[in-house]
């Protein structure tokens, strides 16, 4: 469970979440959406421990994401909107996230496969060097592969043809029911059936939060 | 700890392909070959010759260039990330901050660390092969002279990498750092002397506290034990705490400093927003 309580954090005096509660339970499918600048990046940035905030708390299943870090991040698998240059090749990536994560490389392959990429065949490539596609396959691979209790996507087909959006979404059928997927995005109507609930946000604050039936 | 060592594994294979680190590798490898084909060894400069001469050469430029090298390069690591959002996504596996940034320090030092040594090395190396004397004590206490001035910035570039948001600014501020240093070695507290708007306790703690003149006080000491090659201060330096104190000073005080600053920088790092 995901417990956000009066959270509040300000950039330069600006304040970008504004006093936002909501909680996220087992079994909870959201499209968090809302225009640029609502505060849907740094919410979710807060969830991961990037941000520290100036007021309120948010607790992953009991722990600060500050204090208890690792704990938090080892139930939590997340896509960001654009794939980094990372300079790792594609093999020492996956060696990264298979000791700290303790994902074996197999699984991680066998994800990939299903998103049509040859990870094998790519492993010592760098993945900056990877088309904007097979990155953004691989960083999917990567999240699905560690069975996490709560997906976070970022805009997570953005880099995708149809056909791989497709593939994605049905992947994403697959989830553990109980398990908690947020995802961002401006495309409702891509997510069909996938999310039972919405989340509106704008300028720092719920403005709607609906769940569908 | 397990998560340091693979962060410090990775980092390094990933440096030992990046154009940094072969520019890195050139200038070193490319120094002592020049200083070989120029027949520096052999030649006779104020006094020194063979191997003396070649370490003293090293050494000053080592002096100049290893400090902006290792600020230029390292600076980056933390505030490069950042900025392409690379630490975002590094950062959402469980991996303490302790082991990404101890392990970031660590594979980074090794390979700062390493091509100085292995120049240094293959130096003398080739002076013994012909005909000079192998300095096992002085080639071991410049090793660790090398250590210590690699240890400070390193220390100092990871406090500013985490300190700034900006690699531009990060950049900048390196530039800034090595400028100031650079121009408080001997020539500029001469020209402060000579002008006498300082008394000689002030030039002389100065001095003491600039790790760039430190090491290369204690470099210069190690071959020439009066330090006649060298201005004023150092020599003032010599005279107050004699030659040993003065060389545990010079590894003691740039490795404390740089623990000092890499501490202040994780400090920072774990406790403010990483992104």
Not at chain 2, 88 to 111: H, Q, T
Request: proline share 4%.
């Amino acid at each position: 469970m995901i417990r956000i309580e009066k959270a509040t954090k300000k950039f330069m005096g600006a304040t970008v979440l504004d006093s936002v509660s909501v909680t996220f339970l087992p079994g909870d499918k959201v499209a968090l959406m809302g225009p640029n600048g609502a505060g849907k990046t740094t919410l979710v940035r807060s969830v991961l421990g990037f941000y520290r905030l100036d007021g309120g708390e948010i607790e992953v299943f009991g722990n600060s994401p500050y204090q208890k870090r690792t704990a938090v991040l080892e139930r939590i698998a997340f896509i960001p909107q654009t794939p980094p240059p990372i300079k790792l090749s594609v093999k020492e990536l996956c060696e990264y996230i298979s000791k700290s994560s303790g994902v074996e490389v197999e699984r991680i392959a066998a994800e990939a496969d299903r998103m049509d990429l040859d990870l094998k065949g790519n492993g010592d490539k760098p993945f900056f060097k990877l088309s904007g596609g097979m990155k953004q396959k691989l960083l999917i691979a990567i999240a699905l592969s560690r069975k996490s209790d709560i997906f976070i996507f970022d805009e997570p087909t953005a880099n995708l043809d149809p056909k791989a959006r497709e593939r994605f979404y049905a992947l994403l059928k697959e989830l553990n029911p109980e398990s908690i997927a947020v995802y961002i995005t401006h495309r409702i109507e891509e997510l069909g059936d996938l999310v039972n609930r919405t989340v509106y946000m704008d300028l720092g604050k719920i403005t709607e939060d609906r769940r569908i039936a | 700890m397990k998560n340091l060592f693979l962060v410090a594994k990775l980092d390094i294979k990933e440096s030992l392909r990046s154009r940094w680190f072969l520019v890195y590798l050139t200038v070193f490898g490319g120094m002592m070959a020049l200083f070989f084909v120029t027949g520096i060894t052999d030649s006779v400069v104020m006094g020194f010759t063979g191997l003396s001469r070649l370490l003293l050469i090293y050494m000053q430029v080592t002096v100049v260039i290893l400090p902006i090298f290792i600020l230029i390069t390292t600076v980056k690591s933390i505030s490069q990330d950042r900025e392409s959002a690379i630490l975002e996504y590094m950062l959402s596996f469980p991996v303490s901050l302790f082991d990404y940034y101890w392990g970031k320090m660590a594979g980074r030092f090794f390979i700062v660390f390493f091509p100085v040594v292995l120049a240094l090395v293959l130096g003398v190396a080739w002076g013994a092969l012909k005909g000079g004397e192998l300095p096992w004590s002085m080639l071991l206490i410049y090793s660790a002279l090398l250590f210590a001035m690699c240890a400070v910035f390193l220390g100092i570039a990871f406090f500013i990498s985490t300190l700034v948001k900006s690699h531009d600014v990060a950049l900048g501020a390196s530039f800034v750092v090595w400028i100031t240093l650079l121009a408080f070695i001997d020539i500029a507290l001469i020209g402060l002397m000579l002008q006498n708007r300082f008394d000689d306790e002030i030039i002389i703690s100065i001095a003491l506290l600039n790790p760039m003149e430190v090491f290369r006080v204690g470099a210069v000491a190690l071959f020439d034990p009066e330090l006649t090659v060298m201005g004023p201060v150092a020599y003032f330096l010599l005279d107050s705490f004699g030659r040993t104190n003065l060389l545990v000073y010079a590894f003691v005080y740039p490795v404390v400093l740089g623990i000092f600053f890499a501490w202040a920088g994780y400090w920072y790092f774990s406790r403010k927003d990483l992104l």
